[in-house]
């Protein structure tokens, strides 16, 4: 997460509510994201407080480098 811009950078990777991994894509205005999913590449608005930042163990369990989230 970035504390600079008070949400998540463009390119982060984060879980969803629903327990998704997905990217963030643009930032809309203060709170809204637009997201990809990085599997299905489907996209849709969310909110920060339907997000939260990937884990250490959900990086490693999913294969992911430090970079990309």
Do not use: C, F, P
Request: proline share 0%; charged share 30%; net charge neutral.
């Amino acid at each position: 997460m970035n504390h600079q811009t008070g949400g998540y950078r463009i390119g982060a990777t984060v879980v969803d509510t629903r327990g998704g991994v997905e990217a963030v894509v643009q930032e809309r205005d203060r709170g809204r994201y637009l997201i990809k999913a990085m599997w299905s590449g489907r996209q849709w608005w969310a909110d920060q407080s339907e997000l939260r930042a990937v884990t250490a163990e959900e990086r490693l369990t999913l294969g992911l480098r430090e970079t990309d989230g």
